[in-house]
């Protein structure tokens, strides 16, 4: 069986299992204050995220209209963004190698403020 | 679920949406179709066009001045739809036109999605001759967001190269709330007595994303 893409514990010690690529199941997360987040890395391990304000996920895709790979979803980088009082962490996963990028930044980044508003959970 | 993208070509009438009038729209399987920029291959052609037959229609250079390759056709390898035919003029290409080209999402995005164009499918570089050799800004493809506005006469657009030279496809206003249909027009500029003639193929990519 598939390791879900992430796994949450809310304050009131509930949790909450994430999908995968293809439906992260991340608009379905309750309501409710997230304690921890553990996100699924390239290796299968799991990133723990812990005394963030929100956080939020995405997944970047290209879909080539024309060339050898026209019409294919590729999915090209991954990422989970927590969010302090003062600064935001964002990690950048590259789906293709696997490797991982981590930024602090503002939280009036221009990355942030470009963001879909409607996904902060 | 993963928002999903349909690629549609306008083949009848680029004043109409998508959303009024579909008819007017046909989508591009983009598995099996593709685009075929030219000078003087023929609308609706009943059989795939061959190598020869691109090479015999393909755009001539001018010695004195740009020029913008003279037609987009939908090759539609299916055949099924709108007749027994395989190529379709895209309408309004290069024009004063707002709906020519459709990106149509069936739910939210996260962030803005953009139009590119790159050398192949692994999206690292633009150094063929159509993007510019490496100098983005003279790329002959040429790119507008056509999603809220008119492009205008003669529009320049963007030089579609690479990461920095892109398209944002909802005219800057950002992420997606919901399923929307997206427009942009495009054209092949290719500048005066260019001196390395080519048939070159490049990628053009729609970037997005989803939660």
New interface residues.
């Given amino acids: 069986m598939n390791k879900p893409l992430f796994q949450i514990v809310f304050t009131d010690n509930s949790t909450f299992n994430g999908g995968n ?4 199941k ?2 379905e997360i309750p309501n409710k204050k997230i304690r921890t987040l553990f996100y699924l890395l390239p290796t299968g391990d799991y990133l723990g995220l812990g005394g963030y304000e929100r956080f ?16 294919i ?2 999915l ?1 980088f991954d990422y989970i963004i927590g969010q302090k009082k003062d600064y935001t962490t964002v990690y950048q996963i590259d789906l293709k190698t696997g490797c991982i990028d981590l930024k602090n930044i503002k939280n009036d980044d221009k990355f942030l403020t ?3 508003p ?2 902060w959970r | ?2 928002t999903l ?1 349909k ?1 549609l070509v306008n083949i009848v009438d680029a004043d109409v949406n998508y959303a009024t009038t579909p008819a007017d729209y046909g989508e ?5 179709d ?2 075929i920029w030219s000078k003087t291959l023929a609308d609706l052609m009943t059989h795939e066009p061959t190598s020869s037959e691109l090479n015999e229609n393909a755009e001539i250079i001018d010695p004195a001045v740009a020029v913008t390759v003279s037609k987009c056709l939908w090759m539609n390898y299916s055949h099924e739809i709108f007749g027994p035919y395989y190529t379709h003029l895209v309408k309004g290409m290069g024009e004063n036109k707002k709906f020519v080209y459709c990106f149509s999402f069936d739910g ?5 999605p953009q139009l ?1 164009a790159w050398d ?2 692994a ?1 690292a570089t633009a150094v063929k001759n159509v993007l510019g050799l490496g100098t983005p800004a003279n790329s002959m493809m040429k790119g507008v967001c056509t999603t809220t506005t008119l492009p205008g006469a003669n529009w320049a657009g963007t030089s579609l190269a690479g990461a920095s030279n892109v398209v944002l496809l909802n005219d800057g206003s ?4 919901g399923a929307k249909d997206l427009y942009a027009n495009m054209k092949i500029k290719i500048p005066a007595n260019y001196s390395t003639p080519a048939a070159e ?11």
């Fill in positions: 690529y293809q439906n992260t991340w608009v939020y996920h995405f997944v970047e895709c290209t879909e080539d209209l024309s060339g050898e790979k026209k019409g979803k590729n090209e470009k963001l879909n409607d996904f | 679920m993963a993208l690629f591009v399987d983009l598995t099996n593709y685009l939210a995005t996260a962030t803005e590119e192949t499918s999206h950002g992420a997606l709330s193929t490049f990628v053009l990519t729609c970037r997005y994303t989803y939660v």
